[in-house]
């Protein structure tokens, strides 16, 4: 996908790298903030909006539909019900923003729709498919994975000493994050066919489901899983898959993880936690829907 190259990508380096460092400025400068609603959430929602080109107004909305995205994917289960009642008004929102009249010049949804205009996406609706995939996939998993790796560094005060001394370390901090808590634990699929996976036959159109958080621990690959490294090379983790079903914004979410972590190692020299942080339901994301912490000021 064009739209998504790593070049494309680069471009928005110190954009994205300016508006971390700016928002984290004014938290640490509080003394005390929530880091999942406050700089997560807050960080990747203005991110992605202003990347694809989606109106000032109303971004909170990509919350609420990308809540209902995952939690959809999971079991129809209660929280499957309450996701998409909670999401009704900003269905409307998400889909009247990624129409090709609602969107900023220069951002992404434009590329999307001059491909439409050259014929390699099908037709205008296909177009607007592909663009409500960054409200959809981009928002939730980011900012689950951020604060999930702030929750590591809070509680890990060494570790959080070796990011200080060498911030360059925050994309494998990052990866470390995806490897060791994976925001996404379960994904699901149905089989095509027949077919034998590691010695046991699978069935055709047999429900399967898929434990990365379990793949990530494998003692076969990662030296001590269990352990939390910042200095690890974690880029066997399987958060972002692999071949024909890698994560088409892989390279985006890395440079906001990165981003994000090296302003903190940058402006914060303490961070802990700040009371005790509330888990969030959920039929997909492992994370935090509250993640209270104290800094002190670098």
């Known amino acids: 996908m064009r739209m998504l190259a790593p070049s494309l990508v680069r471009s928005w380096r110190e954009q994205i790298i300016q508006g971390a460092d700016k928002l984290v400025a004014a938290l640490v400068a509080r003394g005390r903030f929530d880091a999942a609603v406050e700089l997560s959430e807050h960080f990747v ?10 109106p000032q107004e109303g971004r909170e909305h990509m919350l609420a539909y990308g809540n209902m995205a995952m939690n959809t994917s999971g079991p129809r289960n209660e929280t499957y019900i309450e996701s998409i ?11 009247t923003a990624c129409k090709r009249d609602a969107v900023a010049a220069g951002g992404v949804a434009e590329l999307v729709y001059d491909a439409v205009d050259a014929g390699e996406i099908p037709d205008e609706a296909m177009g607007e ?8 996939a981009a928002v939730d998993t980011t900012s689950s994975t951020i604060t999930n790796a702030i ?31 994976q925001a996404i634990h379960p994904l ?6 027949e077919s034998v996976l590691a010695g046991y036959p699978v069935a055709g159109g047999a429900k399967m489901m898929m434990l990365l958080g379990s793949a990530n621990r494998d003692p076969r690959v990662f030296t001590d899983p269990d352990r939390f490294d910042v ?20 390279s985006l979410a890395r440079l906001e993880g990165e981003a994000v972590l090296a302003a903190l190692a940058r402006h914060a020299a ?24 104290a800094v002190t000021a670098a």
């Open 188 to 193: 699901y699929r149905t089989t095509n066919h």
């Open 270 to 293: 303490t961070i802990e936690l700040d009371g005790e942080p509330t888990r969030r339901v959920h039929n997909t994301l492992h994370t935090w829907a509250r993640l209270p912490v």
């Open 45 to 54: 929602l203005n991110v992605i909006g202003d990347i694809v080109g989606l």
């Open 129 to 136: 498919v592909f663009v409500r995939l960054f409200p959809t």
């Open 151 to 181: 929750h590591n560094l809070a509680t890990h005060p060494g570790q959080w000493q070796l990011l200080r001394e060498s911030p360059k370390l925050a994309r494998n901090a990052f990866q470390e994050t995806m490897r060791l808590t």
């Open 85 to 95: 009642a909670q999401a009704v008004d900003s269905i409307g929102w998400v889909e």
């Open 231 to 250: 200095g690890r090379d974690a880029s066997a983790q399987l958060g972002f898959g692999s071949g024909i079903h890698s994560c088409a914004g892989q």
